[in-house]
């Protein structure tokens, strides 16, 4: 699997202290997806927390546009 990533998801991978095998544990294995349009949304636990990362496929690579974390839970998994 062939994962990049944007200048923003650089920035905020190290503003928020997530490692590149985070993102891609949650790309490889999420609680949930949402897909809108070419944009794909992934969810996973994370301690007490949700993982939330955009990504995006193009000829096979996978683009990471941002990622972040939640403590809203229920609001995430319905």
Do not use: W
């Amino acid at each position: 699997m062939k994962i990049i990533y944007t200048i923003h998801a650089l920035k905020r991978l190290r503003e928020r202290k997530f490692s590149k095998n985070t993102i891609k544990e949650c790309i490889e294995n999420p609680l949930k997806i949402i897909s809108e349009d070419n944009i794909k949304r992934v969810i996973k636990k994370l301690n007490d927390k949700l993982l939330i990362v955009f990504y995006k496929i193009e000829n096979g690579t996978f683009i990471v546009i941002t990622a972040y974390t939640t403590s809203k839970v229920e609001k995430y998994l319905r």
